[in-house]
């Protein structure tokens, strides 16, 4: 079983940065890829960013590239995503994921383990 938990969520102006950080624990060695998720009030759960704890390959959604970088330390086994340049519209529960294959990193089914989620909330 793999636990993760993420942190570092809060409340931040537009324009403004924050970083969230996933830390992984357990059976480590059955996740390959990782992402950053997000789900805003009625809407459906969208992929942010997703990185391989192998390669250190990293992948994002239209929407936030170049405004989020997401990065993973394998000693001590978390990834973080750096956001900047952030907009009310990235307000949003931001969840981390834990999957074992790199082929399904855009869908939420293509992850096995999730953390509980942790607030972004952009003000304008």
């Known amino acids: 079983q793999v636990q993760l938990v993420e942190s570092g969520g809060g409340l931040v102006q537009a324009g403004g940065s924050l970083t969230l950080s996933c830390a992984v624990s357990?059976?480590?060695?059955?996740?390959?890829?990782m992402g950053w998720f997000r789900q805003a009030p009625g809407k459906e759960r969208e992929f942010v960013a997703a990185?391989?704890?192998?390669?250190?390959?990293?992948y994002y959604a239209d929407s936030v590239k170049g405004r989020f970088t997401i990065s993973r330390d394998n000693v001590k086994s978390t990834v973080d995503l750096q956001m900047n340049s952030l907009k009310p519209e990235d307000t949003a529960v931001y969840y981390c994921?834990?999957?074992?294959?790199?082929?399904?990193?855009?869908?939420?089914?293509?992850?096995?383990?999730w953390g509980q989620g942790t607030q972004v909330t952009v003000s304008s």
């Open positions: 990185i391989k704890w192998s390669s250190g390959g990293t």
């Open positions: 357990g059976r480590t060695f059955s996740t390959d890829i």
């Open positions: 994921a834990g999957g074992r294959s790199i082929f399904y990193y855009t869908r939420s089914s293509g992850y096995d383990y």
